[in-house]
């Protein structure tokens, strides 16, 4: 698909861990397949599934290198 944003349909064919579990999170790096300088080592968690809370807005957090670390100091 175009879009490499992960989904909770990914999980189909992984038995039946999409049905199970109570919380799901995505881990996606946009500059894995379009390097552009504004997305250059941002990291961005998205919450697919919580049984409890629901939807929540995606985390984003920035990558420092020199630290070897992610902070959460990402302009929007």
Not at 49 to 64: A, F, N, S, T, V
Request: avoid cysteine; charge should be positive; proline fraction near 7%.
């Amino acid at each position: 698909r175009a879009e490499k944003t992960p989904r909770l349909a990914d999980l189909r064919d992984s038995g039946e861990i999409e049905q199970d579990t109570d919380n799901v999170l995505f881990l996606h790096r946009e500059e894995m397949y379009a390097p552009f300088p504004d997305n250059v080592g941002v990291l961005e968690i998205k919450q697919a599934k919580h049984r409890q809370l629901g939807d929540k807005p995606p985390i984003r957090l920035m990558w420092l290198a020199s630290k070897h670390k992610y902070v959460n100091s990402v302009r929007q």
